[in-house]
């Protein structure tokens, strides 16, 4: 299996531009999760989901963020109008499941934002 | 909630010696997961090893090793033998068993960056 595939590895843009970042868990994977990571707040949740249904989107951080799951190999988080502060790295993380034995999260390798 | 903390931003060693990275963390629950991610400069996220609460044995992987405390909730990592392909973040991370809202997501402590001096 290839790992979860992110793109784009790299993106820069105009602060107000809509941004897109797509995610492709690893095939079997039922739970999927966006991360931010930033040198202020470190890595921090900001949605999730399950059999491609939002679970937890407590850490979105406003409603310029959504996330969508339309099927069970592709997910999007979107943010619109984008703004300086978004600058991060995002990651998207998929794990086989909800059973005690199948724990493991495993990442992609990540969006580099910056929004100038 | 829960929450994670690793005391040392950074650490560093020698090469061929042995390192251990702290972590804390709080919780109420009973059985849980912890586990060690290693960041390197290419920004993966790799997972190092893993320890479920429920078994009182340290979990060990080649020379990576963890001192598991349940009563003191700390949960070390120790590295031995130490090479220069180990520098990186190291994260400490919680991941509950349980099914409910929020309970999947893995909570994350600050990270140490370690070096490796040659």
């Known amino acids: 299996d290839a790992g979860v595939i992110q793109s784009p590895r790299h993106e820069v843009t105009e602060m107000g531009q809509e941004v897109t970042l797509r995610c492709k868990p690893i095939?079997?994977?039922?739970?999927l999760f966006w991360y931010r990571q930033t040198m202020m707040r470190g890595l921090e949740l900001l949605i999730y989901?399950?059999?491609?249904?939002?679970?937890?989107d407590s850490g979105m951080p406003e409603d310029r963020f959504s996330a969508k799951m339309p099927n069970a190999s592709f997910s999007t988080l979107k943010i619109q109008p984008s703004e300086p502060r978004d600058s991060a790295v995002y990651f998207c993380?998929?794990?086989?499941?909800?059973?005690?034995?199948?724990?493991?999260?495993?990442f992609g390798q990540g969006t580099r934002l910056t929004v100038v | 909630a829960q929450t994670v903390t690793q005391s040392q931003p950074e650490m560093s060693v020698q090469e061929a010696e042995t390192v251990t990275l702290s972590c804390t963390y709080d919780?109420?629950?009973?059985?849980?997961?912890l586990f060690w991610y290693k960041q390197p400069p290419s920004r993966q996220m790799i997972l190092v090893i893993r320890?479920?609460?429920?078994?009182?044995q340290n979990a060990t992987e080649n020379r990576f090793s963890v001192n598991f405390q349940k009563a003191a909730k700390s949960f070390s990592l120790k590295i031995s033998d130490s090479q220069l392909g180990d520098a990186a973040m190291y994260f400490c991370?919680?991941?509950?068993?349980?099914?409910?809202?929020?309970?999947?997501?893995?909570?994350f402590g600050q990270g140490t960056r370690l070096t490796i001096n040659p």
């Open positions: 320890q479920e609460a429920y078994k009182q």
């Open positions: 991370a919680y991941r509950s068993v349980r099914f409910f809202q929020g309970a999947q997501k893995l909570v």
């Open positions: 989901f399950n059999n491609n249904v939002p679970i937890d």
């Open positions: 095939s079997g994977h039922n739970s």
């Open positions: 993380a998929s794990s086989p499941g909800t059973g005690n034995g199948n724990t493991e999260a495993f």
């Open positions: 919780t109420s629950e009973s059985d849980y997961y």
